[in-house]
């Protein structure tokens, strides 16, 4: 059988990165691509890497014509799908939403952080939070799913080993991260543009960027209590890609973590834990919906630094919204998501 599917917002970089896995995938049909601005035209005269790949024109988003779906992707800023949402799901299709309308249990906190009202709180409970990794279970069951950020994804996979096992201290959580500019989307925006950007290295989003509060409340839920965190993105000259380096310290040095973590992953497909004395790049996934992570124990010490790496279109993005589709559809979990990465 096949699946057809929708993304709402494929203009965008999130929504063109699903386009290009959505048209390679053996088991959807991708039917319908939304633009405002671009509906008419055809989808690869905006993006020539899709020529003889994706063939329809970008049709203007409707709530009656997405109904006709299996699944929806919204692969939009925050706010979109909470308002289309609802009706969609009343009427059988699935949802993945990309932006941030259903991370956060805390609905005051989302208000406050996203300043805006929440339109429909009550299906927020609903929705699994889509890191496969921790919620696939839910995620098989779901009919909303809310795909994590990006760098949630690369923190949370880095953490969760150690929260589970109840192994830090969980008032020292740092997490030190850089991001691609790809990760602030594809409208044009003054501090974005090349100039502002090349041979600049900046940190942002202090005192708090919006990836805090889904980060701390999904660490708060693994360690069954609060968690203090401090989390400083920073924006880097390249086009893809997310480093988080989290510093934290341990209860008891006398733990094997390389060990723990092989384990902890073992048989995860995405998750690529590095052997001992490794550390990832970047580059290493480009392209890819892999995570690297890499555990640098100090000797005799309980200081810790993790480090990991994801492609934020894929494993931040579009590759996991595939991997939640996947699993919510009952497909093998890694159909159309196991291409290596590019490399140089
Ligand atoms: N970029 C990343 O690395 C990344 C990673 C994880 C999550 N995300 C999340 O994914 C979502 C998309 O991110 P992006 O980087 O792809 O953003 P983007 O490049 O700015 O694209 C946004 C897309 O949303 C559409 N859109 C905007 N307002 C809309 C509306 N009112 N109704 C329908 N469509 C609308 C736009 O299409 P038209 O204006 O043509 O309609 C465009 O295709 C965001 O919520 C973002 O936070 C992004």
Same mark, same amino acid.
């Given at each position: 059988?096949?699946?057809?599917?929708?993304?709402?917002?494929?203009?965008?970089?999130?929504?063109?990165?699903?386009?290009?896995?959505?048209?390679?995938?053996?088991?959807?049909?991708?039917?319908?691509?939304?633009?405002? %601005?671009?509906? +008419?035209?055809?989808?690869?005269?905006?993006? !020539? #890497?899709?020529?003889?790949? &994706?063939?329809?024109? /970008?049709?203007?988003?409707?709530?009656?014509?997405?109904?006709?779906?299996?699944?929806?992707?919204?692969?939009?800023?925050?706010?979109?799908?909470?308002?289309?949402?609802?009706?969609?799901?009343?009427?059988?299709?699935?949802?993945?939403?990309?932006?941030?309308?259903?991370?956060i249990?805390n609905?005051?906190l989302?208000?406050?952080y996203?300043?805006?009202?929440?339109?429909?709180?009550?299906?927020?409970?609903?929705?699994?939070?889509?890191?496969?990794?921790?919620?696939?279970?839910?995620?098989?069951?779901?009919?909303?799913?809310?795909?994590?950020?990006?760098?949630p994804?690369?923190t949370l996979?880095?953490l969760?080993?150690?929260?589970?096992?109840?192994?830090?201290?969980i008032?020292?959580i740092?997490v030190?991260?850089?991001? %691609?500019?790809? +990760?602030?989307?594809?409208?044009?925006?003054? !501090? #974005?543009?090349?100039?502002? &950007?090349?041979?600049? /290295?900046?940190?942002?989003?202090?005192?708090a960027h919006?990836h805090s509060p889904e980060i701390a409340e999904q660490l708060s839920f693994l360690a069954?209590?609060d968690v203090d965190l401090s989390f400083?993105?920073?924006?880097?000259?390249?086009?893809?890609?997310?480093?988080?380096?989290?510093?934290?310290?341990?209860?008891?040095?006398?733990?094997?973590?390389?060990?723990?973590?092989?384990?902890?992953?073992?048989?995860?497909?995405?998750?690529?834990?590095?052997?001992?004395?490794?550390?990832?790049?970047?580059?290493?996934?480009?392209?890819?919906?892999?995570?690297?992570?890499?555990?640098?124990?100090?000797?005799?010490?309980?200081?810790?630094?993790?480090?990991?790496?994801?492609?934020?279109?894929?494993?931040?993005?579009?590759?996991?919204?595939?991997?939640?589709?996947?699993?919510?559809?009952?497909?093998?979990?890694?159909?159309?998501?196991?291409? &290596?990465?590019?490399?140089?």
């Amino acid at each position: 059988m096949t699946y057809s599917v929708a993304v709402v917002g494929g203009t965008g970089y999130a929504g063109v990165e699903l386009l290009r896995l959505l048209a390679e995938h053996p088991e959807v049909h991708l039917k319908s691509i939304t633009s405002r %601005g671009d509906a +008419g035209k055809a989808v690869s005269d905006s993006f !020539p #890497n899709l020529r003889g790949i &994706v063939d329809q024109v /970008f049709i203007k988003p409707d709530s009656q014509q997405l109904a006709e779906h299996d699944l929806v992707f919204f692969a939009t800023p925050h706010g979109i799908c909470m308002d289309m949402a609802p009706e969609l799901i009343k009427k059988g299709v699935k949802v993945v939403d990309l932006g941030a309308d259903f991370r956060i249990n805390n609905v005051p906190l989302w208000e406050q952080y996203y300043a805006m009202p929440h339109s429909c709180p009550d299906l927020i409970k609903q929705a699994a939070y889509g890191l496969p990794e921790l919620h696939r279970e839910a995620i098989k069951k779901a009919s909303l799913v809310a795909n994590p950020g990006c760098y949630p994804t690369a923190t949370l996979l880095a953490l969760t080993p150690l929260l589970k096992n109840k192994l830090i201290n969980i008032e020292q959580i740092i997490v030190d991260a850089k991001s %691609g500019v790809s +990760g602030a989307g594809r409208a044009a925006k003054m !501090p #974005n543009i090349y100039a502002e &950007v090349a041979e600049d /290295f900046r940190a942002y989003g202090l005192p708090a960027h919006r990836h805090s509060p889904e980060i701390a409340e999904q660490l708060s839920f693994l360690a069954g209590t609060d968690v203090d965190l401090s989390f400083v993105p920073h924006l880097l000259p390249m086009i893809r890609g997310i480093l988080a380096t989290i510093y934290t310290n341990l209860l008891d040095d006398d733990v094997n973590l390389q060990s723990l973590y092989e384990k902890h992953y073992q048989g995860e497909v995405f998750v690529d834990v590095l052997p001992q004395g490794h550390l990832p790049n970047t580059a290493s996934v480009r392209g890819s919906n892999k995570c690297r992570i890499a555990v640098h124990q100090k000797p005799s010490s309980k200081q810790l630094i993790v480090i990991s790496v994801i492609d934020n279109l894929l494993k931040g993005a579009a590759g996991q919204a595939v991997q939640n589709m996947n699993l919510m559809l009952g497909l093998p979990e890694e159909l159309g998501i196991t291409a &290596v990465s590019v490399y140089p």
